[in-house]
């Protein structure tokens, strides 16, 4: 199944405890052979950032611990 960004940029992004994250700000790929790698998210303002990696003030998760991308992003433990 073949989606592209614009399908995930904006989408609020969960845990999959159903803890609002953030907001789905951009994916990186890997350049090489098209994989998406990581998934960019804005923190919400009540998520404590420590808590996870950050690049450039976005949350980093791995595509890997994407679980559902439907209304919501759901990304499980990493």
Known sequence: MK???SEFVG????SDEGMV???L???QMNEEN???VN?????AQNVDVRLYHQD???IVFPFATVKSVRDF???GSH
Do not use: D, N
């Not at 989408?11 to 969960?14: C, D, E, Q, R, S």
């Open 11 to 14: 989408k609020t992004v969960m």
């Open 3 to 5: 989606m592209f960004e």
């Open 21 to 23: 994250l953030g907001t």
């Open 56 to 58: 450039r003030g976005y």
């Open 73 to 75: 992003v759901v990304v």
């Open 39 to 43: 998934v960019l998210v804005e923190p």
């Open 25 to 27: 700000r951009g994916v």
């Open 34 to 36: 098209g994989e998406l």
